[in-house]
Protein backbone atom coordinates (compact mmCIF):
# COMPACT_ATOMS: atom_id res chain seq x y z
CA UNK A 1 0.00 0.00 0.00
CA UNK A 2 2.65 2.53 -0.79
CA UNK A 3 4.75 1.90 2.16
CA UNK A 4 8.65 1.28 1.50
CA UNK A 5 11.01 -1.29 2.83
CA UNK A 6 14.57 -0.79 3.17
CA UNK A 7 16.56 -3.50 1.42
CA UNK A 8 19.03 -5.68 3.79
CA UNK A 9 22.17 -3.96 2.06
CA UNK A 10 20.38 -0.56 3.09
CA UNK A 11 20.03 -1.98 6.88
CA UNK A 12 23.06 -3.17 6.90
CA UNK A 13 24.70 0.08 5.77
CA UNK A 14 23.14 1.81 8.71
CA UNK A 15 24.20 -0.81 10.81
CA UNK A 16 27.80 -0.38 9.42
CA UNK A 17 28.70 3.34 9.75
CA UNK A 18 27.39 4.69 13.05
CA UNK A 19 30.53 2.70 14.30
CA UNK A 20 33.03 4.50 11.82
CA UNK A 21 32.02 7.95 12.56
CA UNK A 22 33.83 10.33 14.44
CA UNK A 23 32.72 11.95 17.82
CA UNK A 24 31.82 14.85 17.53
CA UNK A 25 29.93 17.46 20.08
CA UNK A 26 27.22 18.81 17.74
CA UNK A 27 25.01 22.33 19.23
CA UNK A 28 21.74 21.56 20.33
CA UNK A 29 20.33 24.00 18.28
CA UNK A 30 21.31 26.32 15.21
CA UNK A 31 21.71 25.84 11.24
CA UNK A 32 24.40 23.46 10.17
CA UNK A 33 26.59 22.99 8.15
CA UNK A 34 27.85 19.90 6.02
CA UNK A 35 30.38 18.79 3.21
CA UNK A 36 30.34 15.71 2.21
CA UNK A 37 33.31 14.09 -0.76
CA UNK A 38 31.68 10.74 -2.20
CA UNK A 39 34.63 8.21 -3.53
CA UNK A 40 32.29 6.55 -5.74
CA UNK A 41 33.52 3.65 -8.27
CA UNK A 42 31.30 4.51 -10.67
CA UNK A 43 30.85 7.22 -12.88
CA UNK A 44 27.27 6.64 -13.29
CA UNK A 45 26.33 6.62 -9.79
CA UNK A 46 24.29 9.21 -8.91
CA UNK A 47 25.56 11.57 -6.27
CA UNK A 48 21.97 12.32 -4.41
CA UNK A 49 21.26 8.84 -3.75
CA UNK A 50 24.16 9.02 -1.94
CA UNK A 51 23.47 11.95 0.54
CA UNK A 52 20.05 11.07 2.11
CA UNK A 53 20.90 7.35 3.45
CA UNK A 54 24.31 8.87 5.02
CA UNK A 55 22.35 12.17 6.33
CA UNK A 56 20.36 10.06 7.89
CA UNK A 57 22.78 8.30 9.48
CA UNK A 58 24.46 11.13 10.72
CA UNK A 59 21.14 12.63 12.03
CA UNK A 60 20.53 9.64 13.98
CA UNK A 61 24.06 8.87 15.51
CA UNK A 62 24.39 12.54 17.00
CA UNK A 63 20.93 13.18 17.44
CA UNK A 64 20.11 16.42 14.85
CA UNK A 65 17.44 17.31 13.07
CA UNK A 66 18.89 17.55 9.30
CA UNK A 67 16.51 20.44 8.70
CA UNK A 68 19.20 22.32 10.84
CA UNK A 69 21.04 21.74 7.51
CA UNK A 70 21.13 25.32 6.05
CA UNK A 71 24.56 24.89 4.03
CA UNK A 72 25.02 21.38 1.75
CA UNK A 73 28.51 21.04 -0.35
CA UNK A 74 28.68 17.53 -2.01
CA UNK A 75 31.46 16.38 -4.40
CA UNK A 76 32.20 13.25 -6.27
CA UNK A 77 35.51 11.83 -7.11
CA UNK A 78 36.29 8.47 -9.02
CA UNK A 79 37.80 6.09 -7.39
CA UNK A 80 39.17 2.18 -7.74
CA UNK A 81 36.69 0.17 -6.89
CA UNK A 82 36.61 -1.20 -3.62
CA UNK A 83 37.92 1.71 -2.13
CA UNK A 84 34.41 3.86 -2.24
CA UNK A 85 34.16 6.02 0.78
CA UNK A 86 32.55 9.38 1.98
CA UNK A 87 33.82 11.88 4.45
CA UNK A 88 32.36 14.75 5.70
CA UNK A 89 32.72 17.70 8.12
CA UNK A 90 29.65 18.92 9.94
CA UNK A 91 29.90 22.71 11.62
CA UNK A 92 27.58 25.13 13.24
CA UNK A 93 26.84 28.08 10.79
CA UNK A 94 27.46 31.68 12.65
CA UNK A 95 23.40 32.18 11.42
CA UNK A 96 20.90 31.12 9.10
CA UNK A 97 21.49 32.29 5.41
CA UNK A 98 19.13 34.93 4.74
CA UNK A 99 17.51 36.16 1.25
CA UNK A 100 19.77 39.66 0.81
CA UNK A 101 21.98 37.33 -1.55
CA UNK A 102 24.99 36.99 1.00
CA UNK A 103 26.60 34.13 1.28
CA UNK A 104 26.47 32.18 4.25
CA UNK A 105 28.24 32.68 7.57
Same mark, same amino acid.
Given at each position: ?????? #????? =?? %? +????? %???????? #? /??? &??? $?? +???? $?????? +?? =????????? &????????????? =????????????? %?? +???? &? /??????? #? =??? $????
Amino acid at each position: MGRKRK #TAAYR =NY %E +IKVPP %ELPDLNIP #T /SGP &LAL $SL +IAGL $SNRAAD +ID =NVIKPFVDI &LQSHYGFNDNRIY =NLEVVKVKVPKGE %EY +ISFS &L /SPMESEP #T =NDG $SPPA
